[in-house]
């Protein structure tokens, strides 16, 4: 289950993934008073005429944080327990 936050966030750091084009990803962000480094993740764009929006799912090992980038800033959409299986 998804516990819903919604609320702006900062990235401190961030990590770019080799390709056909290097994708920058989330790396470090800081939340309720707390730092948060990223293991892995995943990116969706979404296009909507000429912008942009970023969704990712990003790990921590234990939870997984939905962020979304919009026009520069970050947004954590919600955080929900890592899947076994």
């Known amino acids: 289950m998804t516990n819903t936050i919604n609320k702006e966030i900062e990235v401190h750091a961030f990590y770019f993934r080799q390709g056909t084009s290097m994708q ?4 470090e962000i800081s939340f309720a008073g707390q730092q948060v480094r990223f293991a892995e993740g995943l990116r969706v764009l979404i296009h909507k005429g000429k912008e942009t929006i970023k969704l990712f799912d990003m790990s921590d090992g234990q939870q997984m944080f939905h962020l979304k980038n919009q026009a520069n800033n970050w947004v954590l959409l919600g955080i929900s327990p890592l899947q076994n299986g």
């Open 24 to 27: 920058t990803y989330p790396k």
